[in-house]
């Protein structure tokens, strides 16, 4: 078993890093499609902190890396069963068994309902060179390289949809922690975090399931109806005094944090880093895309300067981690 130790200059308190920590989007999904095994080698050799995981579960209750619920975006199962759609004519992750899903070509992202690539300059859907990984690949994949590199980068899982996966009969959580601690990922010294957009269950791996890494609680918009969260509430200083009480970080929208421009082109900063700080709680905004600017910002580099030079941020989820690095 490889235990992996922080180092502090990554892992200081808010405000205190002496760099934002690089985090890497579903792996290098700039330049690979998100979250196979070559995004993660990619991001690790272009200077990432840290790879991010998305978990769901198969049927067989093994956890995968893999952004969404559904198979349809990222992959070819309506080629390869075309019969298995549930009746919302979408294919779910966890009606397959692991060997079924490894049957499965991964592909950059598309729209399901058109076919088309949502980022089309990026690497051609039509490949399918690939496949979805479990948890415990990635992870044996980037201790692989930190032993052979000697740079140390940490895992960042998110929890998908813990109360839709307990209504199929599974608890996520648990089973993911287990194969986090099973590597070696137990406390706040190792290079992990976890996060979670369901406040509910980032409560839960605290106070029930016993979780001590590092917890991060993801703050999305309302319209996205996320996990029956008051994300509006959850931004003022009562709403993050709460999440104080369970979680040590936050991952707020990028707009979340800053708004605009001012007629002198500065950023037009929200008090959301500044409370978060006041309460003891770290912030990594989502997601900086070469290829998806906020309209107030003329390039990448103007962008990534706003959040971290004035806005303090403490950290960055990138789809491009050599850019923002």
Not at 37 to 52: K, N, Q, R, S, T
Not at 236 to 241: C, D, I, K, N, V
Request: with cysteine; net charge neutral; proline share 5%.
């Amino acid at each position: 078993m490889l235990v992996v130790l922080a180092m502090g200059v990554l892992l200081a308190g808010p405000g205190q890093a002496a760099r934002p920590l690089v985090i890497a989007h579903r792996g290098a999904s700039g330049y690979l499609p998100e979250h196979t095994l070559p995004a993660v080698a990619m991001a690790h050799a272009l200077g990432a902190d840290f790879i991010e995981q998305d978990v769901v579960l198969s049927r067989d209750a093994v956890p995968i890396v893999l952004h969404d619920i559904h198979l349809d975006a990222v992959t070819d199962v309506a080629r390869v069963f075309p019969e298995r759609r549930r009746q919302d004519n979408r294919y779910y992750a966890i009606d397959f068994d692991l060997a079924e899903l490894k049957r499965l070509a991964v592909h950059e992202r598309v729209d399901p309902r058109t076919g088309r690539a949502v980022f089309p300059q990026r690497f051609p859907a039509e490949a399918g060179l690939l496949r979805i990984p479990t948890l415990v690949e990635q992870i044996q994949l980037i201790q692989g390289l930190n032993r052979s590199t000697g740079r140390q980068v940490g895992v960042y899982v998110e929890i998908k949809a813990p109360a839709w996966h307990r209504q199929q009969g599974h608890d996520l959580s648990r089973l993911v922690l287990d194969v986090l601690a099973r590597h070696g990922y137990t406390n706040k010294d190792h290079l992990a975090f976890v996060q979670c957009f369901d406040p509910a269950e980032t409560r839960r791996l605290r106070e029930q399931l016993g979780c001590r890494l590092r917890l991060v609680q993801l703050i999305g918009s309302n319209t996205w109806r996320e996990a029956g969260a008051d994300f509006d509430q959850m931004r003022t200083a009562e709403g993050l005094r709460r999440v104080a009480e369970y979680a040590d970080g936050i991952g707020p929208w990028m707009p979340h944090v800053v708004t605009g421009i001012d007629k002198q082109g500065r950023a037009e900063v929200t008090d959301l880093v500044r409370l978060a700080h006041e309460r003891g709680l770290f912030v990594h905004p989502y997601t900086f895309r070469r290829d998806e600017l906020p309209a107030y910002a003329s390039s990448f580099e103007q962008c990534v300067k706003m959040f971290v030079e004035q806005a303090g941020v403490d950290g960055l989820f990138t789809d491009f981690p050599d850019l923002v690095r």
